[in-house]
């Protein structure tokens, strides 16, 4: 796979219904290559597929995880009500096991999501931390 193959995919992603003629503008080639190239990626298996994003996926957090936290000391309480003061925190939990509290974050990028980690981490009690991204919802509750 090259950079013209790599792009063809980002653009793909952004909009899978961009028609031959646009993408190929975007990517400076013509439409028989970009045809082309997306025939060889389906054939190879680096594409395997389209699909529909709804708008409610799109719009709310578009990058989201999980922050597992182990809290030092009796600051439980204290921690919950300041990650309850965040705006990106869309849930907190209590556990038990090795992390005290798993904290559900929402975000508009990447950045915005480490500056959110950066400022949990900052919190007076918090004595180490683990965070996964999650990267899509196979089955979610309802409302």
């Given at each position: ?71 030092e ?31 559900e ?39």
């Amino acid at each position: 796979m090259d950079d013209i193959d790599r792009q063809l995919i980002s653009a793909l992603r952004h909009d899978a219904r961009a028609s031959l003629s646009d993408l190929a503008i975007t990517l400076g080639v013509s439409r028989t290559t970009v045809r082309g190239r997306i025939e060889r990626l389906r054939q190879s298996g680096e594409i395997v597929g389209f699909s529909v994003v709804l708008k409610g996926d799109a719009v709310r957090d578009p990058v989201r995880g999980l922050m597992l936290i182990g809290i030092e000391g009796r600051g439980t309480d204290r921690i919950i009500r300041q990650l309850n003061g965040l705006s990106a925190v869309r849930a907190v939990h209590t556990t038990n096991g090795r992390w005290d509290v798993i904290v559900e974050i929402g975000a508009e990028s990447l950045e915005d999501f480490d500056d959110v980690l950066a400022r949990i981490r900052r919190f007076d009690g918090v004595a180490t931390s683990e965070t996964n991204l999650l990267l899509s919802t196979r089955k979610a509750a309802n409302g």
